[in-house]
């Protein structure tokens, strides 16, 4: 950051922007379903009065709540049709994917409203643009009008609850950025441009008790945790803001020192387990701490503690982490991802002192 102008502010905004992006992505499917009625003289899509529309980037994405599709009689199926098959090239994989479709569709009219909203919740990445034209090849096929009004009030059903989804995905996400500024805000108030370390030595120490809190407060959670890796994701691909990426990585560091020192497995009974309480000593310090640690606490510098006994309680602890963490989740992989940190800054210290 420093020297290039950029300030935090501006790569927070820009990456939220992204993440909108990513959020989102699935409604762009919704707005193909415009072009799509929009192309033959006998569909259109009709907006609502107190409609909304959202441009992000080069993409339009449509606010589904807001759109109603008017199908009506006398269709060019023969476009229809070629529509539907130029979506996949694969004639067999497009009668699975259509055999897939019309299983969700007839499980959606067949549903009372409360199912209709699970179903749309569980599958909500099976609504592209591909589902869109399928269930308006559906409706066209109706030969009552009935049958086609029910169609038209099923797509307006689970737009309105796509819409609903991806609402309070967005707001999920303004949530979690500004909980990211709040715990940064001590490092990046003040100063027109971004240096790591900050200058002021008690930056961190406020980020520490700015992150204790708000788990405290179950802020933290992996909407939060989504946020932060996408951001430290796209600062490692910019490979120009160093002052970022050590920001961001200091906070997944600090998060995970937090709930890792939660549960202290350094006693038993009256006894200290002195391995553990060892590593609990690493959990807890600053990362800047942990080679100095290294060499007072492990046999092959000045202390008791054998590097096999480290990796065991190491091991065991990341074994802990992952029964009691859900599988797959971002607070899993940033909990390991740090234990497993310590692991390999020790047997980089132990090469060190045997060489």
């Not at 350094?266 to 640690?293: C, M, R, S, Y």
Request: aromatic share 6%; hydrophobic share 35%.
């Amino acid at each position: 950051l420093a020297g290039r102008g950029f300030g935090y502010r501006e790569c927070l905004n820009g990456r939220q922007c992204s993440s909108f992006l990513c959020a989102f992505t699935l409604m762009a499917a919704i707005s193909s379903v415009q072009c799509l009625f929009s192309c033959n003289s006998h569909h259109h899509l009709q907006r609502e009065q107190n409609g909304s529309l959202w441009r992000m980037s080069s993409r339009v994405f449509v606010s589904s709540s807001l759109w109603k599709i008017s199908l009506l009689s006398g269709v060019d199926l023969k476009r229809r049709r070629t529509l539907i098959c130029a979506v996949k090239g694969d004639p067999e994989e497009a009668f699975k994917k259509t055999v897939e479709l019309d299983r969700m569709i007839d499980a959606l009219r067949d549903a009372n409203p409360r199912e209709v909203e699970k179903l749309v919740v569980e599958n909500i990445l099976a609504f592209d643009e591909v589902f869109w034209i399928r269930l308006a090849a559906r409706s066209d096929t109706c030969k009552s009008e009935d049958d086609k009004k029910d169609y038209e009030e099923l797509a307006t059903t689970v737009m309105t609850i796509v819409d609903c989804v991806v609402n309070k995905t967005r707001e999920k996400i303004e949530t979690s950025t500004d909980i990211l500024k709040g715990i940064l805000r001590p490092a990046i108030d003040g100063v027109e441009e971004i240096s790591w370390p900050p200058k002021d030595p008690e930056a961190i120490n406020l980020m520490q008790k700015e992150i204790i809190q708000r788990e405290k407060e179950g802020q933290l959670d992996e909407g939060f945790l989504s946020e932060v890796s996408a951001q430290l994701r796209q600062a490692k691909e910019d490979k120009d803001k160093p002052g970022l990426l050590a920001m961001l990585q200091k906070v997944l560091q600090l998060y995970s020192a937090t709930i890792l020192s939660k549960r202290s497995y350094a006693k038993k009974g009256n006894e200290v387990v002195k391995a553990e309480h060892f590593l609990e000593t690493l959990i807890k310090a600053p990362e800047e701490q942990w080679n100095k640690l290294f060499v007072d606490g492990l046999t092959i510098g000045k202390g008791d503690i054998t590097p096999d006994e480290l990796s065991a309680v190491i091991k065991k602890r990341i074994e802990r982490t992952l029964i009691r963490t859900e599988g797959g989740s971002y607070q899993q992989r940033i909990l390991t991802e740090y234990l497993k940190g310590i692991e390999s800054r020790a047997f980089e210290i132990m090469k060190l002192l045997q060489g």
